[in-house]
């Protein structure tokens, strides 16, 4: 291995006039390569006999640079029949032009079908920590950033080979709203838009662009939170979102994990989500969780198989809903839409109150005390009231709103109520 | 999908954040180019998961040794498919190499020229990956769809002496991929 190689052969200079140079020398007899390979091998249909001109070709008179110039197209047999006949009559006394029609067909012979083979997903992860252990990085992407910088890339791999039909193939996002589920048509062109418009979220919040920028100085209403800056991108796009909204979203994503990375703090600013804010690791996990759903719908739409996350990131998704589900709870008690004890057993923050055990089960599983009473209590296994027991993924479709909370596939043991609270709000924390 | 033409900018600039050992870096490299190492890399070795294995060796190639790329000499696309080629072909050579007998004259022979062979294709992989947009579409018309040079000409909306003019180009350009290696030392002299 050396270490100074540059470009060699993969150079990207222009090759024109590569074939003229190359002269047959005197006197030699022009050699005629043979035709290539039988259209019949190709399964593409066969041309319609009117393309193929002339069926009793009668060489044509053409002159030197006119048949010079049908190389190309000869060796392709992309000619009528009349000037193939033509031009291989002129081979036959032609050097320079006999030499560049054999080079021509060879080259031709090395023209295959693109491969079609699909990039394993899981090939990045592998690489990318080969080379880490190989050289340490200096600027880590941030443990917290990692679940978004997989599952942004995993997308970006669905969408690859996606042509006009997929791209503008149905989906119905999902969520609940009031305790009922709710949905919205669009596309997978649509989805990618409105995974923009969210992820531009944390993007505004780390000083960087802005891609809804062009709404908000058109003087849209205030544009806030996921729905509202969703809709006013849809809204205000000329066109339904095409496959030209992935360039977009992918340089933005990019462009997150880069800046977290070189700047980001655990403790970096706050992302505003209209109704509430989550500190940026909790943003950046929350994004990579809409990222991972949004993908599943899509992959659903256009029948694509697409697995769950890595264990490691799906725990940590899983644990951010988790940490998100007592404020959720108080929420819904203060519209009203608990069915629970209307006086909670309030206590003081920072001291145990009732809770409910949430068993994750799975590799990216675990166990969480959900405080039930108030945002500021902590999960106490002292006063568990309630122990609830379900699949990680099974989970995160509740959370995403994917599942009712009726029909969460969830072992309960305790009291009903609560655990019903729980389900309930958990279905809750979905959004658009 | 063909990336588009990335400014020199691109290159210098992802260049030094590896340099700096910037984890983000490495993984838009990767998003960038690991379909075309791994197309390429398969295209030489015919197996998935030895293709798998050289483009780890890639990344982690240019992972270490950042420095070893010189944006004069060319676009950082054409170097990591030089790296990849060489060590492509590097290791068909130390497989094929493995399966021989000991002076076995005739199979070294035959070991060269499937090197040579995987070589080539490889490299017209990627003369037709990186060639301008135009004539990748004619060839693709002409080729693929089996369209005649009129129809093509009439699918892009050019002339019919555009149309041979871009087939024949693009013949050219791809006949070059016959040509042993670039300058000396050089991935592409395999």
């Known amino acids: 291995m050396n270490g100074t190689e540059g470009s060699g052969a993969y150079d990207d200079g222009p090759g024109e006039g590569r074939g003229d140079g190359a002269a047959a020398g005197p006197g030699r007899p022009p050699r005629i390569p043979p035709p290539r390979a039988s259209v019949e091998d190709t399964g593409l249909p066969l041309p319609d006999l009117a393309d193929l001109g002339d069926p009793a070709p009668v060489p044509l008179d053409l002159s030197h640079d006119v048949l010079k110039s049908l190389l190309g197209a000869w060796a392709l047999a992309a000619c009528s029949a009349a000037e193939t006949a033509a031009v291989e009559d002129h081979l036959g006394g032609c050097g320079p032009c006999a030499e560049e029609a054999l080079r021509l067909r060879e080259a031709v012979g090395l023209l295959h079908q693109p491969e079609t083979l699909d990039l394993d997903p899981a090939l990045r992860t592998r690489v990318l920590q080969s080379c880490l252990d190989r050289r340490p990085p200096r600027i880590p992407v941030p443990e917290w950033a990692a679940p978004y910088d997989a599952e942004t890339a ?147 739409a256009v029948d694509y198989p697409y697995e769950p996350p890595a264990p490691r990131h799906l725990n940590r998704m899983i644990d951010l809903a988790a940490r998100m589900l007592p404020v959720a709870l108080a929420e819904r008690r203060r519209q009203g839409r608990s ?54 993924v099974e989970f995160c479709k509740l959370a995403a709103g ?21 389900l309930f709000a958990a279905a809750g924390l979905s959004r658009m | 999908m ?71 000499q060319g676009p950082l696309r054409s170097w990591v498919a030089a790296v990849t080629h060489r060590l492509a072909v590097q290791r068909l050579r130390a497989t094929e190499a493995a399966s021989l007998t000991e002076a076995d004259g005739d199979r070294a022979g035959e070991l060269e020229r499937k090197v040579s062979r995987a070589s080539v294709a490889a490299r017209a992989d990627y003369i037709v990956h990186s060639m301008p947009a135009p004539l990748r579409a004619a060839l693709e018309l002409a080729y693929f769809q089996r369209r005649d040079y009129r129809q093509t000409a009439a699918d892009l909306g050019v002339t019919e002496d555009e149309a041979r003019r871009r087939l024949r180009l693009g013949l050219q350009l791809l006949s070059t991929a016959h040509d042993a290696g670039g300058p000396p030392g050089h991935g592409g002299a395999a």
């Not at chain 1, 500021?376 to 009231?385: C, H, N, P, Q, T």
């Not at chain 2, 983000?24 to 075309?36: H, T, V």
């Open chain 2, 2 to 72: 063909v990336q588009k033409d990335l400014p020199p900018r691109w290159d210098r600039r992802m260049q030094q954040r590896l340099a700096r050992g910037e984890a983000a870096a490495l993984g838009e490299l990767y998003d960038r180019f690991a379909s075309l190492v791994h197309s390429l890399a398969h295209r030489v070795l015919g197996d998935e998961h030895a293709a798998d294995g050289v483009t780890r060796e890639v990344f982690g190639h240019v992972w270490e040794h950042p420095d070893s790329y010189d944006p004069q």
């Open chain 1, 339 to 392: 069915a629970a004890a209307a006086a909670p057993h309030l206590v003081p923050a920072g001291t145990p109150g009732r809770s409910l055990r949430l068993e994750i089960e799975g590799t990216a599983g675990g166990e969480w005390l959900i405080p039930l009473d108030s945002p500021g209590a902590v999960g106490s296994a002292d006063l568990e009231v309630a122990h609830v027991a379900l699949d990680g």
């Open chain 1, 154 to 300: 995993r997308l970006d791999a669905l969408l690859q080979d996606f042509g006009d039909a997929e791209w503008h193939a149905p989906v119905r996002l999902r969520w609940f709203r009031g305790d009922a589920a709710t949905s919205r048509r669009t596309t997978v062109a649509g989805v990618i838009a409105h995974l923009l418009s969210v992820d531009g979220l944390v993007a505004v919040a780390l000083g960087l662009d802005d891609p809804l920028a062009d709404v908000v100085e058109k003087g849209e209403e205030a544009v806030r939170g996921p729905g509202g800056r969703t809709e006013a991108f849809w809204r205000t796009s000329h066109f339904p979102p095409t496959r030209s909204v992935r360039g977009p979203w992918r340089e933005q994503s990019h462009s997150l994990v880069r800046t977290v990375s070189v700047t980001g703090t655990a403790d970096g600013p706050a992302v505003p989500y209209g109704d509430f804010a989550l500190p940026l690791r909790d943003a950046m996990l929350d994004r990579a969780f809409e990222c991972w759903v949004h993908a599943e719908d899509i992959a659903e």
């Open chain 1, 402 to 422: 994917h599942v009712p909370p009726e029909e969460a596939a969830a072992g309960q043991v305790g009291d009903r109520e609560a655990i019903r609270e729980v």
